[in-house]
């Protein structure tokens, strides 16, 4: 599972960072994974946050083709 969410990382920089904003969708262990991994933290460390249903967490893409964490659980 970590190899395919670390495949839609790469590729989510290499296709998608000139656009303005793209929508992922998934289960909570998917995104408490792609942030851990957009963290540089190891997945056990997916136990220290909440990740509720139908919440929203916004990353960025910075200058350097790196991800960023704007927000977690983030009310519009």
Same mark, same amino acid.
């Given at each position: 599972?970590?190899?395919?969410?670390? $495949?839609?990382?790469?590729?989510?920089?290499?296709?998608?960072?000139?656009?303005?904003?793209?929508?992922?969708?998934?289960?909570?262990?998917?995104?408490?994974?792609?942030?851990?991994?957009?963290?540089?933290?190891?997945?056990?460390?997916?136990?220290?946050?909440?990740? @509720?249903?139908?919440?929203?967490?916004?990353? *960025?893409?910075?200058?350097?083709?790196?991800?960023?964490?704007? $927000?977690?659980?983030? *009310? @519009?």
């Amino acid at each position: 599972v970590r190899a395919r969410v670390q $495949g839609v990382m790469r590729l989510i920089i290499n296709k998608y960072s000139n656009m303005r904003a793209i929508v992922l969708c998934s289960h909570v262990d998917i995104i408490k994974m792609f942030i851990c991994e957009a963290m540089g933290t190891s997945f056990n460390f997916r136990r220290k946050f909440k990740i @509720p249903n139908a919440s929203i967490s916004i990353v *960025s893409i910075n200058q350097k083709n790196e991800f960023e964490i704007e $927000g977690l659980n983030v *009310s @519009p």
